[in-house]
């Protein structure tokens, strides 16, 4: 069963007082994930690509460098517009005030839809319908994770123990990215994958705003707040070499022709 998100707040503005942090510290995604998509996919020049909840721009960028036209779909007002300052020069971008839901796009008109971490805030069912409404016949779909990986570091389990203790939101907003269940519902069934290796280096500021950029950490004002960043702190001093902490991921790729079910 799909772990239920949050909705203390409306999901699509859960990251409006992030955007900041979230543009200089958010991870971006292994080159070879997108050539992934370039070989199997049909990512490339001359494609039309839906990149669903884009937040900031982060998987955007990388879309566009391939040659593909991306229609970077985002509901938030600060994200939409840090993604349009960074990349409202490329001609290839065009930046849509939408949903994954209700994109607004033309009914068959996109190659390849895309989403990053954004999914797992979607109504897969009505995201699915949208979906199929705006693929071409023989298109394709990928969902783009960075997740910690099952074999971290000490600093890794060291972190999410600290995040828990002052963080409620944490294990439920952690538990409902990359649902299985909830990727071959939007697919309709069979899905592949494969994962590479990511990871960011941080000094103590890098880390507390990576951390600040999540939408489940405390923000200033909360009681958890400072607890939290003087645990990180303490954490920082213990495992950092040379000032600095390598934050490990593992980028999975999910992908699949979109279709309706037979």
């Known amino acids: 069963m799909r772990a239920a998100v949050p909705d203390a707040k409306d999901s699509t ?3 409006s007082s992030r955007v900041a942090n979230y543009v200089r510290y958010r991870p971006s995604y292994p080159r070879a994930a997108i050539e ?11 494609c039309q690509v839906a990149d669903l909840g884009s937040g ?22 600060g994200m939409r517009a840090a ?26 008109s996109i190659d390849l839809i895309v989403a990053g971490q954004a999914f797992h ?4 069912a009505r995201a699915r319908a949208e979906a199929l409404r705006i693929i071409r016949a023989g298109g394709w779909g990928a969902l783009v994770w960075n997740e910690h990986p099952s074999a971290g570091s000490r600093f890794l389990s060291d972190y999410e123990a600290l995040v828990r203790r002052h963080a409620p939101e944490y294990d439920q907003v952690v538990g ?11 697919f309709g069934g069979a899905m592949q994958a494969a994962e590479f290796p990511n990871q960011q280096v941080f000094d103590f ?5 990576r951390l600040m950029s999540s939408s489940y950490a405390p923000e200033p004002g909360h009681p958890q707040h400072a607890p939290l960043l003087a645990g990180l702190r303490e954490l920082f001093a213990q495992h950092a070499h040379a000032d600095r902490v390598v934050f490990p991921y593992v980028t999975l790729v999910y992908f699949a022709p ?4 037979t």
């Open 176 to 186: 409902s990215r990359a649902d299985a269940a909830a990727m071959r519902e939007f």
């Open 56 to 77: 900031t721009g982060i998987l955007t960028r990388l879309l566009l460098q391939t040659g593909a036209t991306v229609s970077a779909v985002e509901p938030n007002d």
């Open 258 to 261: 979109l279709a309706a079910r």
């Open 36 to 46: 992934l998509l370039e070989r199997r996919c049909g990512l490339g020049p001359g």
């Open 205 to 209: 500021d890098g880390l507390a705003g």
């Open 83 to 108: 993604a349009e300052h960074a990349l409202g020069e490329e001609p290839r971008f065009r930046s849509i005030k939408a949903t994954a839901e209700a994109s607004t796009l033309a009914s068959a």
């Open 121 to 124: 805030w979607f109504d897969v």
């Open 13 to 15: 503005e859960r990251f």
